[in-house]
């Protein structure tokens, strides 16, 4: 199956980047956080507080890996990354774009984490939770977009352009 994976911090764009990114390249998209929120029939934010870290990146994990879908834009949450058999899955399914953004940019962008569902422990501040992630994201990335000074629709634009030069153009339409 030929998807295109988004990985990368709450607030980096995978979401916004993602749809725009489906309609260049005629893909579907499906964002995983609403996917877990529609089968679990609770918000993130909820999972969170009522099955604490563990029991979300449980269920994140479980719902991540039984992804069943191709020719699609998948944004997945910033903690996808903590589940190994969702990643290895997604991985096979598709083609891995970490949204990398430098952190100084990241954190003028989010708001309230608890409020957004984000995976973060008691205690741990944004900047570490952005260093203990970064290298994990790097690890599974096929591709990495540096999306600094980007609009969404340059990020979009660069990620199908790399894309289609790394595959031939065979994973989606061609260039206009």
């Known amino acids: ?3 295109i994976i988004l990985i990368g911090m709450p607030g980096c764009g ?3 980047v993602g749809v725009v990114l489906a309609k260049l390249m005629g893909y579907r998209f499906l964002d995983s956080d609403l996917l877990i929120q529609g089968q679990e029939n609770r918000l993130l934010s909820e999972i969170i507080e009522q099955e604490g870290l563990d ?3 449980a269920i994140e994990n479980r719902v991540n890996a039984s992804v069943n879908v191709s020719r699609t834009v998948i944004a997945t949450g910033g903690s996808v990354i903590y ?3 969702a990643m290895q899955h997604l991985r096979s399914i598709g083609t891995v774009v970490y949204i990398r953004l430098p952190y100084e940019e990241l954190a003028r962008r989010l708001g309230d984490l608890t409020k957004r569902g984000v ?3 008691e205690g741990q501040t944004l900047s570490e939770l952005y260093e203990e992630r970064a290298p994990l994201y790097e690890s599974y990335a096929d591709i990495v977009v540096e999306e600094h000074d980007l609009s969404i629709s340059e990020t ?3 990620i199908r352009d790399q894309l289609l030069a790394q595959n031939g153009r065979s994973c989606g339409e061609s260039v206009s």
């Open 83 to 85: 589940g190994k058999e």
């Open 1 to 3: 199956m030929n998807n």
């Open 55 to 57: 029991g979300f990146n």
């Open 119 to 121: 995976a973060i422990r």
């Open 156 to 158: 979009a634009m660069y």
């Open 14 to 16: 995978k979401s916004t």
